[in-house]
């Protein structure tokens, strides 16, 4: 598989770059992909939920009376939980949401996902774009250039770049990422990826594993 190069403007450049079809699964992977995806989610979670239980509460210990004879149900404190205003019985309490997932699985999504990108012609490489002072008005041109603009859109880039960063990120539907911090998450919400012509070494090496 080959694709070219573009440039800011949205011309083919007579760069180009090779994707060996022999690296590619050829089998589906979608029982890992929803694995990696829900440990994903699941780490997003704060975990801080707490409800008070009745031993918690402030409030008195008094029966509110007497266990016979008043021709009424049997009672025990205000705190009750069969009360408005008493303690919770098995409310959420704090706890981690995560879930282990091993480094291999992890990597044969994020390469499963990569490869369905470019068999659906979602992705596309453009040249190292390079800001002197951010300029958002300038960035949606070159997402118009490449027919982009207003859609959702991953833009992965090969190393820092802060200018880019500045300039983009007032965008909607749109995220920036370095290719260290990819994830398979974003790799499957975005429709669109593009990576930038310094991103593309280590994309190989994602799927060379």
Known sequence: MELRILDIKGNFTDKKVEFDENIFFKRSYD??????IKRFLSSQRQGTHKSKERGELSGSTRKLHRQKGTGGSRKGDIKNPIFRGGGRVFGPRPRKYLTKLNKRT???????????????????????????IPKTKFFLGILNSIKLKNKKLLMVLGEENKNLYLSSRNLKCFKLLNVNELDCFSLLNFPSIVFTENSIKKIHEFLSI
């Open 106 to 132: 992890k990597s044969s999504v994020r390469k499963f996902i990569i490869e369905q990108k470019l068999i659906q012609n979602q992705i596309k490489i453009i040249e190292d774009i390079e800001f002197n």
């Open 31 to 36: 029982h890992s992909v929803y694995l990696e």
